[in-house]
């Protein structure tokens, strides 16, 4: 019997023999002297060849006319053709494939089988004047593999499974993960590329309610509302959704954290029992109205007005310009009801901004009367996301839809609330909707992680060029640029899970006096963890070239819908500004309550940074066992965080003495702010992940000395993302005379030596993010 090949080319036997020795010659893209000397020659001894065949022989083997693009990769193909005829344990080489593809051309191979046999030795004569014959010649050129055993061998390169790094990973959420992964796997979630945005809306609304019919919508509700009265579950759930389509993550977010959550969190038992159950089951679409087209993140400065009339015991909703729209509002094409924020004005008085249940449509769907709603129309992204404009034309509601649970209006139609403070009613108010600061990091990450899954599988799958002709081209992660680009974001990626998940906690456990903290916290790490998931993106899409490109690959979707992230639940660079004003009234604070013992400690901890980390020894000490040291780079941290903090009030108090407003001082300052809440944010960070690494550590120093391979792999993850971080930074840390010249250098060669250190370990760090193929959804990273 013949060996059954498909024809790949319509040239001769003769030829067809010769093509893995031509793509052998030619692999490196040049001829060398000895090559064209072996093809020419060697090939007279073999009586396969016609006198056409050598003519054709002699033309390829010129060094001056290279084979085209597509000539060569016909000789790849018809090579790895071959090569994936032969058991995968046979030794073979060049001349066995030569034989398997002259047998291929005949037009009876079953004749010729002893004919081509006796040209081994002829053709063994020929590989080995090309360079030598290893019987795994063969396969490094054309290699036979079965792509997802290739990238499960990578992965198995490492010490860890990457199970192990998903348990940690996934903690105490483990559970309620695998159950939202095991419903966004069913054939009714199957993704598909709709154009138009209202059938990508229609799709994303399925979804939607599907999950609610599972209880997923209603998991941070009370029991008594359909709920399971966890956040932390809730958060969970809303992180993994992101890995399947972020416009239902959205989408999700709005109608049971934004709408939902300003029910629960600023209403009372009537508002929960009337709305909280049915929102949770999705009957009751709702949105969140706060933003206006014309004061953007300025909530104080809102235009919209509810006018309280005391004789029918209403509220007029009322939008007095078109400036005064409520824009950019997710869920307003489909919802029914609108958490409207708005200026409460009772008896001629305004007493700050409230939120207002206003009914928009039907059960019919069709708008009511009075309220006006605009599409936005499409987006770079997010467009399964139905965002529109709401107008409302003096619309009337019952008192008893006002969300009073800081602040209503009695039976004798005055005003009270157990807050007498408006500036800390408003705030308290703002501060029980921080969740969405919370959350829409958590996405940003998820995106970020399937980005980085996406490239670093291609990574470790994909070849390109060989070292030498002859043997098998590199693969791309082993490249040092391509893990200098990909492995410090794949640590960093940890570090803000760590940073995240911190936060989390801080914010389900909080208490009243905690919630200024946490606002500035979460502000911090929102821009923080979205800045990076868009930096990410960008970097992994490069980094896998023109497949990156392909829509199908998922970058562009990736890339258009969290770009969005920067901007929305505040503007990230207003964000970090609030951060840092919060972080200069602690310092200010801490001056206030403690005086001369706080300046006499600041300046007390002025000298020791001088002492100990500024000498002249430690600035210049540059050894490998200092630079791992928490000695080093925690202090590193902490030394930028306090330093930026500190120099900013100084210059903040020197323009104020010098008679400049403190609105045109923070003007001057404004990018020392920014880089001030960087530094915090970054400390925060790094402090979160080393705690979670020692949260593992046993506490008896034997057992600590054999720490297991997790925690020693997560150890060096974290300490790449310290030295990355600090090499970032190292312009300011010489400015700062924390470092010198020389050690700069050594940061940069630590940072080089632990990218290659966890090379082997890299793929299963992606995969320990827990994200199954359905839902990664790129063919590259199969």
Same mark, same amino acid.
């Given at each position: 019997?013949?060996?059954?090949?498909?024809?790949?080319?319509?040239?001769?036997?003769?030829?067809?023999?010769?093509?893995?020795?031509?793509?052998?010659?030619?692999?490196?893209? #040049?001829?060398?002297?000895?090559?064209?000397?072996?093809?020419?020659?060697?090939?007279?001894?073999?009586?396969?060849?016609?006198?056409?065949?050598?003519?054709?022989?002699?033309?390829?083997?010129?060094?001056?006319?290279?084979?085209?693009?597509?000539?060569?990769?016909?000789?790849?193909?018809?090579?790895?053709?071959?090569?994936?005829?032969?058991?995968?344990?046979?030794?073979?080489?060049?001349?066995?494939?030569?034989?398997?593809?002259?047998?291929?051309?005949?037009?009876?191979?079953?004749? &010729?089988?002893?004919?081509?046999?006796?040209?081994?030795?002829?053709?063994?004569?020929?590989?080995?004047?090309?360079?030598?014959?290893?019987?795994?010649?063969?396969?490094?050129?054309?290699?036979?593999?079965?792509?997802?055993?290739?990238?499960?061998?990578?992965?198995?390169?490492?010490?860890?499974?990457?199970?192990?790094?998903?348990?940690?990973?996934?903690?105490? #959420?483990?559970?309620?993960?695998?159950?939202?992964?095991?419903?966004?796997?069913?054939?009714?979630?199957?993704?598909?590329?709709?154009?138009?945005? +209202?059938?990508?809306?229609?799709?994303?609304?399925?979804?939607?309610?599907?999950?609610?019919?599972?209880?997923?919508?209603?998991?941070?509700?009370?029991?008594?509302?359909?709920?399971?009265?966890? /956040?932390?579950?809730?958060?969970?759930?809303? +992180?993994?959704?992101?890995? #399947?389509? %972020?416009?239902?993550?959205?989408?999700?977010?709005?109608?049971?954290?934004?709408?939902?959550?300003?029910?629960?969190?600023?209403? $009372?038992?009537?508002?929960?029992?009337?709305?909280?159950?049915?929102?949770?089951?999705?009957?009751?679409?709702?949105?969140?109205?706060?933003?206006?087209?014309?004061?953007?993140?300025?909530?104080?400065?809102?235009?919209?007005?509810?006018?309280?009339?005391?004789?029918?015991?209403?509220?007029? !909703?009322?939008?007095?310009?078109?400036?005064?729209?409520?824009?950019?509002?997710?869920?307003? /094409?489909?919802?029914?009801?609108?958490?409207?924020?708005?200026?409460?004005?009772?008896?001629?008085?305004?007493?700050?901004?409230?939120?207002?249940?206003?009914?928009?449509?039907?059960?019919?769907?069709?708008?009511?009367?009075?309220?006006?709603?605009?599409?936005?129309?499409? &987006?770079?992204?997010?467009?399964?996301?139905?965002?529109?404009?709401?107008?409302?034309?003096?619309?009337?509601?019952? *008192?008893?839809?006002?969300?009073? &649970?800081?602040?209503?209006?009695?039976?004798?139609?005055?005003?009270?609330?157990?807050?007498?403070?408006?500036?800390?009613?408003?705030?308290?108010?703002?501060?029980?909707?921080?969740?969405?600061?919370?959350?829409?990091?958590?996405?940003?990450?998820?995106?970020?992680?399937?980005? %980085?899954?996406?490239?670093?599988?291609?990574?470790?799958?994909?070849?390109?060029?060989?070292?030498?002709?002859?043997?098998?081209?590199?693969?791309?992660?082993?490249?040092?640029?391509?893990?200098?680009?990909?492995?410090?974001?794949?640590?960093?990626?940890?570090?803000?899970?760590?940073?995240?998940?911190?936060?989390?906690?801080?914010?389900?456990?909080?208490?009243? +006096?905690?919630?200024?903290?946490?606002?500035? /916290?979460?502000?911090?790490?929102?821009?923080?963890?979205?800045?990076?998931?868009?930096?990410?993106?960008?970097?992994?899409?490069?980094?896998?070239?023109?497949?990156?490109?392909?829509?199908?690959?998922?970058?562009?979707?990736?890339?258009?819908?969290?770009?969005?992230?920067?901007?929305?639940?505040?503007?990230?660079?207003?964000?970090?500004?609030?951060?840092? &004003?919060?972080?200069? $009234? +602690?310092?200010?604070?801490?001056?206030?309550?403690?005086?001369?013992?706080?300046?006499?400690?600041?300046?007390?901890?002025? *000298?020791?940074?001088?002492?100990?980390?500024?000498?002249?020894?430690?600035?210049?000490?540059?050894?490998?066992?200092?630079?791992?040291?928490?000695?080093?780079?925690?202090?590193?941290?902490?030394?930028?965080?306090?330093?930026?903090?500190?120099?900013?009030?100084?210059?903040?108090?020197?323009?104020?003495?010098?008679?400049?407003?403190?609105?045109?001082?923070?003007?001057?300052?404004?990018?020392? /702010?920014?880089?001030?809440?960087?530094?915090?944010?970054?400390?925060?960070?790094?402090?979160?992940?080393?705690?979670?690494?020692?949260?593992?550590?046993?506490?008896?120093?034997?057992?600590?000395?054999?720490?297991?391979?997790?925690?020693?792999?997560?150890?060096?993850?974290?300490?790449?993302?310290?030295?990355?971080?600090?090499?970032?930074?190292?312009?300011?840390?010489?400015?700062?005379?924390?470092?010198?010249?020389?050690?700069?250098?050594?940061?940069?060669?630590?940072?080089?030596?632990?990218?290659?250190?966890?090379?082997?370990? !890299?793929?299963?760090?992606?995969?320990?993010?827990?994200?199954?193929?359905?839902?990664?959804?790129?063919?590259?990273?199969?």
């Amino acid at each position: 019997m013949g060996i059954d090949l498909p024809a790949t080319t319509s040239t001769t036997p003769g030829i067809q023999a010769m093509l893995p020795f031509l793509y052998a010659a030619w692999s490196d893209r #040049h001829l060398s002297v000895p090559e064209i000397q072996a093809l020419r020659k060697e090939a007279d001894a073999l009586d396969f060849l016609s006198t056409e065949d050598r003519g054709v022989l002699m033309e390829w083997s010129n060094p001056v006319h290279p084979p085209s693009r597509e000539r060569f990769q016909q000789w790849l193909t018809s090579g790895r053709q071959a090569a994936e005829t032969l058991p995968e344990d046979k030794p073979a080489s060049l001349a066995e494939l030569a034989v398997l593809l002259g047998l291929s051309a005949e037009e009876a191979p079953e004749e &010729k089988h002893a004919y081509w046999a006796g040209q081994l030795a002829a053709l063994r004569q020929l590989e080995e004047g090309l360079g030598g014959v290893r019987e795994d010649t063969y396969r490094s050129l054309f290699p036979r593999y079965d792509q997802r055993e290739k990238l499960f061998e990578a992965i198995r390169e490492g010490s860890v499974a990457p199970a192990d790094l998903q348990a940690v990973l996934d903690g105490e #959420h483990a559970a309620v993960i695998q159950r939202v992964k095991n419903i966004l796997l069913r054939p009714s979630f199957e993704r598909s590329t709709l154009r138009i945005k +209202e059938d990508y809306r229609e799709q994303v609304l399925r979804w939607c309610k599907e999950l609610a019919q599972e209880g997923i919508g209603a998991l941070s509700y009370p029991v008594a509302y359909g709920g399971q009265d966890s /956040m932390d579950d809730y958060a969970a759930a809303f +992180e993994t959704i992101a890995y #399947h389509d %972020l416009s239902l993550a959205i989408k999700f977010g709005v109608q049971f954290g934004l709408w939902g959550g300003a029910v629960y969190n600023l209403g $009372t038992k009537r508002h929960h029992d009337r709305y909280l159950h049915a929102t949770g089951t999705l009957e009751l679409p709702g949105c969140f109205a706060m933003t206006e087209t014309g004061h953007g993140s300025n909530v104080r400065g809102l235009e919209t007005t509810a006018v309280y009339d005391p004789e029918h015991r209403e509220l007029i !909703v009322h939008s007095p310009s078109v400036e005064a729209g409520k824009e950019y509002i997710g869920n307003a /094409m489909h919802a029914r009801m609108a958490a409207v924020f708005c200026q409460l004005i009772v008896d001629g008085e305004s007493h700050g901004v409230h939120a207002v249940v206003v009914p928009i449509r039907g059960q019919d769907g069709l708008t009511l009367p009075g309220i006006r709603v605009e599409d936005n129309g499409y &987006k770079m992204g997010l467009n399964g996301v139905d965002n529109g404009r709401l107008w409302f034309d003096s619309v009337r509601v019952p *008192v008893e839809n006002l969300l009073d &649970k800081y602040g209503g209006i009695q039976e004798d139609g005055s005003y009270s609330s157990p807050i007498e403070s408006p500036t800390r009613r408003f705030f308290t108010m703002l501060g029980t909707l921080v969740g969405g600061r919370v959350f829409v990091p958590r996405a940003g990450l998820s995106a970020a992680k399937s980005a %980085l899954t996406i490239a670093v599988r291609y990574g470790l799958r994909r070849r390109q060029f060989p070292s030498e002709s002859m043997r098998s081209e590199t693969i791309i992660m082993d490249y040092p640029n391509q893990q200098r680009r990909l492995i410090p974001l794949v640590a960093k990626a940890y570090a803000v899970q760590f940073g995240l998940d911190h936060l989390l906690d801080r914010y389900v456990r909080r208490t009243e +006096e905690q919630m200024r903290e946490i606002e500035a /916290m979460a502000a911090g790490l929102k821009s923080y963890a979205t800045w990076f998931a868009t930096a990410a993106i960008q970097e992994c899409r490069e980094a896998t070239g023109g497949k990156g490109y392909l829509a199908e690959n998922r970058f562009a979707a990736l890339k258009g819908d969290t770009d969005i992230f920067t901007t929305f639940e505040g503007d990230n660079t207003v964000l970090m500004q609030l951060l840092a &004003k919060s972080l200069l $009234t +602690e310092f200010k604070k801490s001056f206030q309550e403690d005086g001369n013992f706080a300046v006499l400690k600041f300046i007390g901890r002025r *000298v020791g940074t001088i002492v100990t980390e500024q000498n002249p020894y430690t600035v210049r000490q540059t050894d490998r066992e200092h630079l791992e040291g928490r000695g080093f780079y925690l202090a590193a941290f902490q030394f930028r965080a306090r330093r930026l903090v500190s120099t900013l009030g100084s210059r903040l108090r020197a323009y104020i003495k010098g008679g400049m407003s403190s609105y045109q001082a923070g003007l001057l300052c404004q990018t020392h /702010m920014i880089e001030a809440a960087e530094a915090y944010v970054e400390l925060l960070v790094l402090e979160a992940s080393l705690k979670r690494v020692d949260d593992r550590r046993p506490t008896n120093q034997a057992a600590q000395d054999s720490a297991d391979d997790v925690t020693r792999v997560l150890e060096k993850t974290i300490l790449l993302y310290a030295m990355h971080t600090i090499e970032q930074h190292r312009g300011w840390y010489l400015e700062s005379d924390y470092i010198s010249g020389q050690k700069s250098k050594a940061v940069r060669k630590l940072v080089d030596k632990l990218c290659a250190e966890l090379r082997p370990e !890299v793929g299963a760090l992606v995969d320990g993010f827990g994200i199954p193929d359905e839902l990664l959804g790129a063919p590259i990273a199969r």
